[in-house]
């Protein structure tokens, strides 16, 4: 709480911002920067918020969407930068100089090894969503929030919990949803549908191709799916629309590890893990590099999907031994 207590101070000293998050923004970082950036508008601030990717179409609905840039004018010097959900500079793609040159970097995120880059960090681990920590720092602002806040909030916490299946939903998330709810009057039907199912007949396409991949070890401890750039080629989509599709690997009847490769072009794999009780896939994903939870987490590995698939599947079953 001191640490929300000192960022609230930077954010009444200083009269710019800059927003940005990780590269393949997602629900929650979508959520939590436009969430973040009407707050501090509506306390008198400039704001910009930039990506090194855009936003996932899925997440038009929300409000200030179309205010999120790519691109900005080179030597642009801001007095604060804020860094939500990303546990590394290097996670920010072509967004990182631009945060350098802040007079003020403040880094807010929940993921495990955060590398506390920040003049300030506040990194709680035990939030479920970086949506969850931005209601908290509105707390500690005594700001009050609007409808289009909520939704944004609501987004980040309901995208990040895999729909509040997940072991990171608390109790805490549930209280905040029930006081977002109230305050925005959200539907949470209404929320899913635009969400969940609002899918291009090409994503659901893509989405029939992966199923066929599936696989599983002997003991069925691990199971996986492989979605491969001849496949994004044949259906038109991109790596945008595959968001939900490690819930269907992990959905396998007696898999503990679940494990999504997707190519992300010729010769680099992205690889997303989930855990459903005991094994730490943060753990998994560091050792090639990347991270993120205890129950969820991905790395990116250079080199030919097959041998990927053989390298980690390999360490996989190493560590579940
Ligand atoms: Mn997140």
């Not at 860094?83 to 500079?89: G, I, Q, R, T, Y």
């Not at 291009?200 to 996986?224: C, F, H, N």
């Not at 250079?302 to 031994?321: C, F, H, N, P, S």
Request: aromatic share 6%.
């Amino acid at each position: 709480m001191d640490e929300l207590k000192k960022i609230v101070e930077v954010i009444r000293e200083n009269e710019s911002f800059f927003i940005t998050s990780h590269i393949r923004p997602d629900g929650d970082s979508i959520g939590s920067q436009l969430a973040l950036k009407r707050i501090l508008e509506k306390l008198g601030k400039e704001v910009t918020i930039a990506n090194h990717d855009p936003a996932p179409k899925t997440y038009d609905f929300l409000s200030g969407r179309e205010s999120i840039k790519q691109e900005l004018p080179k030597n642009r010097e801001f007095d604060v930068a804020f860094v939500l959900d990303s546990p590394e500079l290097s996670r920010l793609g072509s967004t990182k100089e631009t945060i350098k040159k802040a007079k003020v970097i403040i880094n807010i995120d929940h993921h495990l090894g955060n590398k506390k880059f920040g003049k300030y960090n506040y990194v709680n681990t035990k939030a479920s969503a970086v949506g969850e920590e931005i209601y908290e720092l509105t707390k500690v602002i005594g700001f009050k929030i609007d409808r289009e806040i909520a939704l944004c909030l609501y987004v980040g916490i309901l995208t990040d919990t895999g729909s509040f299946r997940q072991s990171n939903t608390t109790s805490r998330s549930h209280e905040i949803v029930a006081d977002l709810m109230k305050i925005g009057d959200l539907k949470p039907a209404q929320i899913t549908h635009q969400v969940y199912e609002t899918q291009l007949p090409s994503a659901i396409k893509l989405l029939s191709m992966t199923l066929d991949t599936l696989e599983r070890s002997e003991d069925g401890q691990i199971a996986w799916m492989t979605i491969t750039d001849e496949m994004f080629k044949e259906t038109g989509t991109t790596k945008a629309e595959t968001e939900n599709f490690i819930n269907y690997v992990r959905s396998v009847k007696g898999s503990e590890v679940a494990i999504l490769f997707t190519e992300l072009a010729k010769d680099e794999v992205k690889v997303s893990f989930r855990s459903k009780s005991s094994a730490d896939v943060n753990r998994i994903a560091k050792t090639f590099g990347g991270g993120g939870h205890l129950r969820a987490s991905a790395c990116t590995i250079k080199g030919d999907l097959e041998e990927v698939k053989e390298k980690v599947l390999a360490e996989v079953e190493k560590q579940l031994r």
